[in-house]
């Protein structure tokens, strides 16, 4: 296994590194030892992917970076750095140059928008009573609560940072659709999976949170993605 990248996992928005924890444990049982899982303050994509460059920066050897949801956005804007040598996207956001994840949400604005509000303190969160529904539909509802009660908001703000220079026009990519995402619309992710010519679109019939409710299908693309890359 010592010539497989390193694989550094990113969380997206209303969770942190956690939410990887079943495809951790699959990627582990597939014989990986080099797996990190970046927590980040989700304060701005600046410093987002700055923490990232950060993790990315201490691994020795190639790196492959995985995106859930706004950490697609993070891959994309820190993903230039060297020793990254491909992204995965799982129901992420995969912005162009100028493109945030507010803006590509404006033209198919996802299902469960209505149940996302702002704090007085300007953080974005999920509403704790619609969580289930708009996030996690195909897990549990103690699985979902545990999701809803550790929710991670963003400041709102986060939504609207635009990438720089997006790493997917440079590095190969893999691209996983939940087709029935309330969180970011499934158009949208078929129109940013489309433009990005990936090396492979995986689709599956899961929730925005399907790096939980379909981790198997989910590391089966990752592992594809990473023995693709250890053999050049």
Known sequence: MSDKPTIVLVHGFW?????????IVELSNKGYTKLRAVEMPLTS??????RTRKMVAQQPGPVLLVGHSYGGAVITEAGDMNNVVGLV??????????????????????????????????????RYDKFHESFCQDLTADESLVMAVTQKA????TFGDNVTAPAWKNK?????????????????QKMMSARMNPRKVLTLAASHASLASRAAEV???IDEAARELSKH
């Open 15 to 23: 969770g942190g590194a956690a939410h990887w924890s079943k495809v």
């Open 172 to 188: 190969p990519c893999w691209y996983q659709i939940s087709s029935e995402d309330r969180m970011i619309h499934p158009e949208n």
């Open 219 to 221: 590391s089966a693309l």
């Open 154 to 157: 963003p400041l709102a703000s």
């Open 45 to 50: 994509l600046a410093e987002d992917a700055e």
């Open 89 to 126: 996207y799982i129901a992420a956001f995969a912005p162009d140059a100028g493109e945030s994840p507010a803006s590509i949400s404006q033209a198919h604005p996802p299902a469960a928008i209505a149940n996302l509000a702002p704090d007085s303190d300007g953080y974005l969160w999920a």
